[in-house]
């Protein structure tokens, strides 16, 4: 099984910066990749971003493209989401998760495993 652990959300004014860590123990998770989805309010969850298994590939919704950065340390089994310029709109709970893929994917379906969220909210 995989346990994957969120941290690092909180409230932020438009324009600040949070950065998110995901500790991830269990079954091979630096095989696979890893993403970040999230959550708004009334809203289906939908993807933000993703990391190939070896961090060579990354892939980002449009939205947060030039604003949000992933990356991830396979020594430490962490993941990262650095979100700079944050807007309202980026508002939502924030949840990392493990796919079943080991390259990029923007499916919520082909993520299997998934942690616990964590919430972001951005004031204007």
């Known amino acids: 099984q995989v346990q994957l652990v969120e941290s690092g959300g909180g409230w932020v004014q438009t324009g600040g910066s949070l950065r998110l860590s995901c500790a991830a123990s269990g079954r091979a998770v630096s095989t696979y990749a890893m993403g970040w989805l999230r959550q708004a309010p009334g809203k289906e969850r939908e993807f933000v971003a993703a990391i190939s298994w070896n961090g060579g590939s990354t892939n980002y919704t449009d939205s947060v493209k030039g604003r949000f950065t992933i990356s991830r340390d396979n020594a430490e089994n962490t993941v990262y989401l650095q979100m700079n310029s944050l807007k309202p709109e980026d508002t939502a709970v924030y949840y990392c998760?493990?796919?079943?893929?080991?390259?990029?994917?923007?499916?919520?379906?082909?993520?299997?495993?998934w942690g616990q969220g964590t919430q972001v909210t951005v004031s204007s």
């Open positions: 998760a493990q796919s079943w893929r080991g390259w990029c994917t923007n499916r919520v379906s082909e993520y299997n495993y």
